[in-house]
């Protein structure tokens, strides 16, 4: 039996994508700015794709742009926020100390320019950001806000909302900008509600195929692109679509959008069963919070086993989870260490990451695997 619960790294392409992906390759495999009927169709094909992520996240369709993914979704917000806002005194950035490296990297880019402030505004013990203190931190010299909506590692659920409804009311020129790739297509996002000026989403972690992403940028808002040359995508993301994974990124939306509550309600089920399973372990630490948390993600950590030793003990039972991005060089996990969580449990930290078919059977393998390789690995120490 084979058991991934690894879907915040990705998820298994659901089968409308697929069939999307393949009808796009060898059928509408025209390039949508060619003016014949082969280039129409999947023109249409961008258009149908566009119109679905719009809806997920509320928005008019001409907001979205379709990019490689999120990585680059978050660099192009970050550097053409910079060049476009970035001027004079405006030099200063607020940014959670816990986001995903395709933030945190452009943003440290930026400041080792010696141009630009950067504040970054760290997680309590349960990974979440708080709003007084992002509030604290921005003033009229901050051209940039950015939080993420679930944390990748640990699923904290942070309050953009409040915290961008803050930071306009003061300063409403300031880009607020919230990767949302975690949260998306898990927990409703309606983009006028949060105050978010970008949005970035990505096709893998909903069951698309890899290589696509979006991004939600509200209108009026300058973001300048990073790719230039033919202007497709209203100029912020030149370069010829790649038509089969837009359209097979939209299948999946489309797939995902009238389940999404009962899929939410099925993960917290599956969450709490685990949590369950896991606390009759004296040796298994819990790192996630508790509220505010998104059921979709589990950190915890295996006292005295090293992360990778027993993500390999549990390959070799055949369920696949992460260390949780954590300590691949010898580096802790730095959202763990942000958070407080001692070095010698950010050591074994465990992600596990369930998706909408994860099924109770799969977490009693995992529990029994877990009970297993600490009895086994404990002992060889
Ligand atoms: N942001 C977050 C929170 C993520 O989890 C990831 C994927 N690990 C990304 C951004 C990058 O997404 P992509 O693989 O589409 O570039």
Redesign the pocket.
């Known amino acids: 039996m084979n058991v991934y619960l690894d879907n ?3 998820t298994k392409p659901c089968e409308p994508a697929v069939t999307a992906v393949f009808q796009n390759m060898v059928e509408d495999f025209g390039n949508p700015s060619s003016l014949h009927k082969v280039g129409l169709n999947a023109e249409n094909n961008v258009t149908d794709a566009r119109k679905a992520i719009a809806a997920a996240l509320v928005c008019d369709p001409k907001c979205i742009t379709f990019t ?7 660099n192009t917000i970050i550097f053409g926020a910079a060049r476009n806002y970035g001027r004079r005194n405006k030099k200063k950035i607020v940014v959670s100390a816990v ?5 945190s990297e452009p943003i440290k880019m930026l400041e080792q320019t010696g141009e630009y402030t950067v504040v970054r505004i760290m997680p309590d013990r349960n990974g979440e950001i708080s709003a007084e203190d992002f509030a604290a931190a921005v003033d009229e010299n901050t051209f940039l806000v950015s939080c ?1 909506m ?3 590692e640990t699923g904290a659920i942070n309050p953009v909302k409040k915290i961008f409804s803050a930071v306009k009311k003061n300063y409403p020129d300031c880009v607020t900008h919230c ?1 949302a ?2 949260a998306f297509m898990k927990l409703p996002i309606k983009s006028a509600d949060i105050y978010a000026d970008a949005i ?1 989403v ?4 909903v069951h698309a195929v ?1 290589g ?2 979006a991004m939600y940028i509200k209108k009026g808002v300058r973001i300048a692109p990073l790719v230039y040359g033919g202007g497709q995508e209203n100029g912020l993301r030149s370069g010829t679509e790649p038509v089969p994974l837009i359209a097979g990124f939209g299948a999946a939306v489309r797939a995902l959008m009238s389940t999404m509550k009962t899929a939410y309600n099925n993960a917290e089920t599956i969450n709490n069963y685990l949590l369950k399973g896991l606390s009759k372990f004296d040796f298994v630490k819990i790192n996630s919070g508790m509220d505010n948390h998104c059921p979709y993600i589990l950190n915890f950590s295996v006292e005295g086993i090293r992360s990778e030793i027993m993500l390999h003990y549990l390959e070799s039972r055949g369920i696949y989870v992460s260390s949780g991005s954590a300590c691949s060089k010898g580096v802790h996990s730095s959202v763990l260490t942000a958070m407080g969580v001692p070095g010698r449990l950010a050591d074994s930290a465990i992600r596990v990451s369930i998706c909408r078919t994860t099924t109770v059977g799969e977490i009693d393998a995992l529990i029994n695997a877990l009970r297993d390789g600490y009895a086994s690995l404990a002992k060889t120490k």
Do not use: C, I, L, Y
């Open positions: 915040a790294a990705t490689s993914g999120a990585t680059e979704a978050n986001e995903h490296p395709s933030v993420m679930v944390n990748n990767d790739v975690q970035v990505s096709g893998h972690k890899k696509v992403g």
